[in-house]
């Protein structure tokens, strides 16, 4: 809609931007006009892995969260809304066992879901996939998370190049491969998955998978 002459164009004010990294409740700011909301879900966990004998084993990579944005008139929204924040998704448990699935983060209409973790290795001459990226839903602006690299399973030297998926968003990368047999790495803040677990040739022992970061809601307030 066009301007006419003499008409008052009103510049808006500082903004307010609120950050939520756990359940809570949002409350409208009196004279909010509009509202920008950015959901990031929760990564996925890492694969666990059994010890390898002649072999080294590698577990799947956990898939980023979503991320999903929309802008509201503050009309639109409530005196109060509930907001969520996805959890991490936890790293599989020592020997052949997938990662967790992050939780969705969410706000009114908005929500984006968690990355999917990464398979468990058996310590055999397969793949262990990594999981999916979560998915934005409901925003003016829809994006999928980054899907967790696969881990791998080899005889001589460990091809330990994969990382956790990032979040839609690009806030949190993914957990970084291993040098050396332990547990997999976390994921990064916010919604990054987490790493997968690595064992030795012949030595290591079983090995846990890597949490996923937890997902995020920013609300940003215009007056």
């Known amino acids: 809609m066009g301007k006419n002459a003499g008409d008052i164009i009103e510049a808006p004010g500082d903004p307010q931007v609120q950050v939520f990294t756990t359940n809570g409740t949002w409350t409208k700011p009196a004279g909010a006009r509009e509202v920008m909301v950015e959901c990031v879900g929760g990564g996925g966990g890492g694969g666990g892995v059994l010890q390898g004998v002649g072999q080294q084993t590698e577990g799947g990579y956990g898939g980023g969260g979503g991320y999903a944005r929309k802008l509201f008139l503050g009309s639109a929204l409530g005196a109060t809304e509930a907001v969520g924040v996805g959890i991490g998704g936890v790293g599989g448990a020592a020997g052949n066992n997938a990662g967790g699935t992050g939780g969705t983060s969410s706000f009114d209409s908005v929500s984006a879901t968690g990355g999917t973790g990464g398979a468990g290795s058996a310590a055999t001459g397969s793949i262990a996939l990594g ?25 001589a030297l460990a091809m330990l190049t994969a990382v956790g998926g990032a979040s839609g968003l690009g806030f949190g990368g993914g957990g970084k491969a291993l040098g050396a047999a332990a ?39 215009w007056f």
Request: aromatic share 4%; glycine share 42%; no cysteine.
């Open 183 to 221: 547990t997999g790495r976390p994921g990064q803040q916010y919604g990054g998955g987490g790493g997968g677990s690595f064992s030795g040739n012949g030595g290591g022992g079983n090995q846990a998978g890597g949490v996923g970061a937890a997902g995020v809601v920013v609300v940003t307030t």
């Open 131 to 155: 999981g999916n990226g979560g998915v934005g839903v409901g925003g003016d602006l829809n994006v999928n998370g980054v899907p967790g690299g696969s881990g791998r399973v080899i005889s």
